[in-house]
């Protein structure tokens, strides 16, 4: 069974934010509008964080993709009171939309800030909902919704590979997240951990990873590669 | 991918869309000039709450037996999305008269069928199955299929009935037991996402 | 209803036995039999080609069949359509090889966009006030015609022009072959931001007048005069591609990347090394580099050639750019200067490129030539890893910038005396905002309403087609036979060619069809095999070697997505133009350093461009990476200015320059000159969808009229302002920060 991780290579990220476009053409994501938006109600299942350090003109600024991090030891999942929030058997951090009720526990339990509230019930400017995809859910208000690594990808990646196959492997690189297919300058791999070959596992074991906010023992699924540093000599 | 995915995209990719001046013109839907997931009335809401849901009506008595033990058709002959993906389809009139051109022409209810082809209408076919959009099913016959799990199991004996009863209460259980049976995964998101 | 509602009316009524008695079976619609077979539930996968900017990435297009609300023969109904559900990038596509950016990603809503205008209109109020009654194809097209036989029949056929945007495909022969046979002037290109100042060095330095294709991938040092090459410039996608290799492609090389810039880009905040160079000075540094390389016997003059010897003082080693007056000029340390040259020679392949604001001065064409000259230098020019040129067989250039311009156009009208008949008597308009785009100086929105007719063939209303007498709306991307041809982003000649990927949702035509068909009733003498569109663009492609597999060009392209030419040798330059080496001018500026202290550099928006996709709600509510500001217009200040200022973040300020003034919440921004102010281009559209109209201000509208001299290009990095405090919050909003559900309490 596998187990499924992403890695971000910070160090070929351009912060172009195609991948925060490619989600909401995925997903279903609403726009919220400028006033919910201010409220801090906008929903962008990954978004590009980006820090600033120094003062002019010696100032840097450096982008970091954040996303749900599928932690191992979640903290959403226990403070669910419907199970709603659940981790599933190939290493998800699963959110039920039919067992939410709407308490809000995961967002606030979540140390990576990337659950989304519905305040509303969506809406979509006809004939906008044509665009709708079939495969994914359309949340309704009441109801907390959250990257899936693109679940209907991953469901549908495996009845293609059982139709092909007895085992049903997923090969290494056939799915993609659509942020990760998307991902301009291919900074985010997608994949099974627990196959050592995959390239999502040999980028986890590089010595540039690391897991956000490590030291809160979430055990995320998600590898981040820093920055490399220019060496006239050659390495990086 | 698969072989079928493969050869869809070949299809879609040869086919394409030939210009032709549609006559269809998009127009703003009857039940407003927005899309939400919200109930559209009051009467829904508590119709969905409870699970209520009318009796299908359908414009023609459609004998499955018939059609089965007469003309010796496949479940798929006419439901030929159910071995492809996830939608088996109630068939176009188009289908309908592939055979109805020649069989049967002198029957009221044929008669009938040829008028709406002959008007450009699909026959109001109301569906048998289905989840409410807030339960978040999402289901694929194809898997199914190639399991090869019979059309009955779900869908009762139809090549016995005339039209389609729903023979079957699809509840949670009804799913879970079978896929604890036969081993299938039972993880939440293998159908609710 | 919601769940809330739901429960309390539950228990106010009580009564689900009165479940029966509201029951009434919900009214039927007919449902059409559809003419489009497409399996249920599954997604077929077409081709298209991306059209919100030049740049022309393949797209893969996932199609599915779903149900569309319709009107047939005067009958309401439902049938199934195959509607376009996602963009991706097509994989084996040489410009973006599977890759799509996020505003490629949202070029799908401009199909399915509430506002998108859905038959022919003709104009009912005054001009520019948008009131608009729909009319048939019919009926509008016979008007056209009559408008365009009326000045043949006059004798006046120069009274017809055609304003269009830079095209990469066959449309732009259907427009230019009806002007010529009508006996009209060429079509006027709009391309207020765009690169003639660079196409026109590149021509002088190399002789392609065209834009760069750069190896990144294959390169070991790229340094950018602030060019937002992973942004929004030329071919941002293949640009990105080539980036992401140029950093953790190659094992045991990681190449470095120098930004020179003074406002810090989306671009520039991934450089290894950030540069803050003067506007307008960039060139100068690049000659400082060339003279550090050259001082230090890495290379000699001669290594420059023809790119070199454009540049005064360059066989004497560049004198004048000793890295002290560099540092003099430019602000950047002279030790900076030293290294970088130094690194450039020695990191080889390495890419020098220019764009965006250094180009938009008054020396920008300098500028561009010094670069040049540097990459020449380099031996960078022409090889794997550095900077080459795509090549464009015959008949596959597209329609560029080239003769008479927007602003030329509009100063010809206005100067016509009141009461006599302007130059301009019928005006077509083909996905060209103007009215929006120009600085006020040039008049365009007074020029046009002076203009005698103006059809549109506009998906939308905007501040230009709400000029327009009559509107004939264009299909979507999605919906029309598409074509393109790159002018940059790959090693090897490519032609892109898609069949429509969808059926029109609305009363649309092509506007090539709307030509030939207008052609065929003027009885021009356009080629007969000219029927449709698809013949026009069929004919050029059977003309290309077919590739290997194929019998047709026209075949591959379609199956394909894309036609890739045979690996061609480098192309040799056709001519080069006879022009005297240049010398440094210093960059000037609109408005005195007195009255006016700041820099005003505007810069073209990560989501809108240069606001022609402002109306997308997917790009409005696209968290802005650098500010991560939405749905909003801002002016960037350094926090020290602000602090001298006293303003603070979302205070509302006003930009004041010698031609206009503008309000925008303040935004306190690092990475910025304390001497320069900045402000994304987009928003502040008056007539421009739902999404769009009423929302932020243009930074267009305090711009000085400005030219490069030379090309004529718009210098609109020139303008100088000055910035007031004003009473109040500007609308300010920004995804970054903790959830506020009080925005209005906190501040």
């Known amino acids: 069974m596998p187990r499924w991780g992403m890695a971000v290579d910070l160090d070929r990220c351009t912060g172009c934010e195609a991948c925060v476009t490619a989600c909401h053409a995925e997903n279903n994501i609403p726009t919220v509008g400028p006033e919910e938006a201010a409220r801090g109600r906008a929903m962008h299942w990954i978004r590009v964080e980006r820090y600033w350090e120094g003062e002019f003109p010696d100032v840097r600024l450096t982008f970091r993709p954040v996303f749900c991090q599928q932690c191992d030891n979640a903290p959403c999942e226990p403070v669910c009171p419907t199970y709603a929030s659940y981790h599933t058997d190939e290493g998800l951090n699963a959110q039920v939309y039919n067992r939410c009720i709407g308490t809000r526990y995961c967002a606030n339990a979540c140390s990576y800030n990337v659950r989304f509230f519905n305040f509303h019930n969506p809406e979509w400017d006809r004939p906008l909902d044509l665009q709708l995809n079939p495969d994914v859910s359309v949340r309704e208000v009441g109801v907390m919704e959250k990257c899936t690594f693109c679940i209907q990808r991953i469901n549908a990646a495996r009845i293609d590979a059982r139709a092909e196959t007895e085992e049903g492997r997923i090969e290494d690189g056939t799915l993609q997240p659509a942020c990760a297919q998307s991902c301009t300058a291919n900074a985010l791999v997608f994949g099974d951990l627990d196959d050592a070959d995959s390239r999502v596992s040999r980028l986890s074991r590089s010595p540039r990873g690391s897991k956000l906010l490590e030291e809160l023992g979430a055990e995320p699924s998600v590898t981040y590669l820093q920055k490399g540093d220019w060496d006239e000599s050659g390495g990086g | ?193 | 209803m919601d769940r809330r509602q739901f429960v309390k009316a539950t228990a106010i009524s009580g009564a689900s036995a009165s479940l029966a008695a509201c029951g009434n079976p919900e009214e039927q619609l007919v449902r059409f039999i559809s003419d489009e077979p497409l399996p249920p539930g599954l997604a077929v996968t077409r081709r298209s080609v991306c059209p919100l900017c030049p740049a022309g990435c393949g797209v893969e297009v996932r199609v599915m069949e779903g149900d569309v609300e319709v009107v047939r023969d005067g009958v309401r109904g439902i049938v199934k359509k195959g509607l376009a559900k996602k963009l991706e990038g097509l994989p084996g596509h040489p410009v973006n090889r599977g890759r799509l950016c996020a505003r490629g990603q949202a070029a799908i809503q401009v199909t399915y966009h509430p506002d998108r205008v859905r038959q022919p209109l003709r104009r009912t109020g005054d001009r520019g006030s948008g009131a608009f009654a729909p009319v048939s194809w019919d009926e509008a097209l016979a008007e056209l015609a009559a408008r365009l036989e009326a000045l043949l029949q006059d004798g006046d056929p120069r009274g017809l022009r055609f304003l269009t945007r830079p095209l990469r495909s066959r449309r732009g022969v259907v427009i230019s072959e009806f002007l010529e046979r009508f006996g009209a002037p060429a079509p006027v290109v709009v391309d207020l931001f765009g690169d003639a100042v660079l196409r026109q060095a590149n021509l002088e330095s190399f002789g392609f007048h065209q834009l760069p294709t750069l190896d990144i991938a294959q390169s070991r040092y790229v340094v950018s005069f602030g060019a937002d090459i992973l942004g929004t410039w030329n071919s941002p996608v293949a640009q990105s591609v080539g980036y992401g290799e140029l950093r953790q492609g190659r094992p045991g090389i990681r190449g470095k990347f120098v930004q020179v810039e003074f406002r810090m880009s989306q671009t520039g905040a991934n450089s290894d090394q950030w540069v803050a160079a003067r506007p307008g000075t960039e060139g100068f540094l690049a000659l400082g580099m060339a003279r550090a390389i050259l001082a230090s016997g890495r290379r000699s003059p001669s290594d420059g050639g023809r790119a070199g010897e454009l540049i005064e003082g360059w066989s004497d080693g560049l004198q004048a750019y000793a890295a002290e007056a560099v540092e003099q000029v430019t602000g950047v340390p002279a030790a900076t200067v030293e290294q970088l040259g130094r690194e450039f020679a020695d990191n080889g392949p390495a890419i020098a490129v220019i764009a965006g604001v250094p180009l938009a001065q008054t020396n920008g064409l300098f500028n561009a030539l010094a670069v040049n000259a540097l990459n020449a230098l380099a031996g960078s020019v022409g090889v794997p890893g550095g900077v080459r040129f795509t090549p464009v067989l015959e008949g596959l250039r597209g329609l560029d910038a080239a003769g008479e311009t927007i602003e030329t156009l509009a100063r010809s009208i206005l100067e016509t005396p009141a009461g006599g008949a302007p130059p301009v008597d019928v005006l077509l308009v083909h996905d060209a905002n103007p009215v929006f785009g120009a600085p006020p100086a040039w008049g365009v929105g007074e020029a046009l309403a002076r203009v005698g007719f103006i059809a549109s063939f506009g998906s939308f209303q905007d501040e230009t087609s709400a000029m327009a007498d009559l509107i004939l709306p264009d299909h979507s991307f999605l919906e029309a036979l598409v074509d393109h041809v790159p002018e940059a982003g790959t090693a090897r000649a490519a032609a892109s060619a898609a069949r429509p990927a969808m059926r029109p949702l609305h009363d649309t035509r092509d506007m090539a069809d709307v030509m030939l068909d207008v052609g065929r009733r003027l009885a021009l003498d356009l080629p007969t095999e000219w029927e449709t569109y698809e013949d026009v663009a069929r004919e050029r492609f059977e003309a290309l070697p077919p590739p290997e597999g194929f019998d047709s060009a026209w075949i591959a392209a379609q199956a394909n997505g894309v036609w890739i030419g045979p690996e061609a040798p480098v192309p040799e330059p056709a001519s080069f133009p006879d022009v005297r080496p240049r010398a440094y001018a210093a960059p000037e500026f609109d408005g005195g350093a007195d009255a006016y202290p700041f820099h005003f550099l505007p810069y073209v928006s990560q989501a809108f461009l240069d606001g022609s996709l402002a109306h997308l709600p997917w790009l409005q509510e696209l968290p802005d990476v650098v500010t991560t500001a939405m749905w909003s217009s801002w002016v960037e200040l350094n926090p020290r200015t602000a602090a001298e200022l006293g303003v603070e973040a979302g205070d509302l300020v006003e930009v004041r320059s010698a031609h206009g003034a503008l309000q925008a919440p303040a935004l306190i921004f690092p990475g910025i000159a304390p001497d320069a102010v900045a402000m994304p281009m987009g928003q502040g559209h008056e007539n421009f969808t739902r999404y769009a109209t009423g929302r932020g201000a243009n930074p267009v509208r305090v711009l000085a009229p400005t030219v490069e001299p030379e090309t004529g290009g718009w210098a609109w990095a020139a303008t100088r302002v000055t910035i007031a405090r004003l009473e109040g919050a500007g609308d300010l909003v920004r995804f970054g920060g903790a959830l506020r559900e009080h925005p209005d309490l906190e501040r």
């Open chain 2, 1 to 193: 991918m698969g072989g079928l995915a493969a050869s869809v995209v070949l299809i879609g990719v040869l086919a394409g869309v030939r210009l032709i001046s549609a006559q269809d013109r998009l127009v703003e839907p009857q039940s407003g000039s927005v899309f939400s997931p919200a109930h559209a009335t009051f009467r829904d809401a508590l119709a969905h709450f409870l699970g209520w849901r009318r009796e299908p009506v359908q414009p023609i008595p459609f004998p499955h037996r018939t059609h089965f033990e007469e003309a010796f058709l496949e479940c798929t002959y006419c439901h030929d999305g159910a071995a492809r993906g996830p939608v088996a389809r109630i068939p176009s009139v188009v289908v309908c008269m592939d055979c109805h051109f020649d069989v049967a022409t002198d029957r009221e209810p044929i008669q009938l069928l040829t008028s709406f082809y002959e008007s450009g209408q699909e026959p109001p076919w109301e569906r048998v199955y289905g989840w409410l959009p807030e339960a978040h099913v999402r289901f694929n016959h194809a898997p199914h299929v190639r399991r090869e799990i019979e059309c009955t199991v779900c869908h009762g004996d139809v090549t016995q009935m005339i039209v389609a009863e729903p023979a079957v209460d699809h509840t949670m259980s009804f799913c879970v037991g079978c896929h604890e049976q036969s081993q299938a995964s039972i993880d939440c998101v293998t159908c609710h996402y």
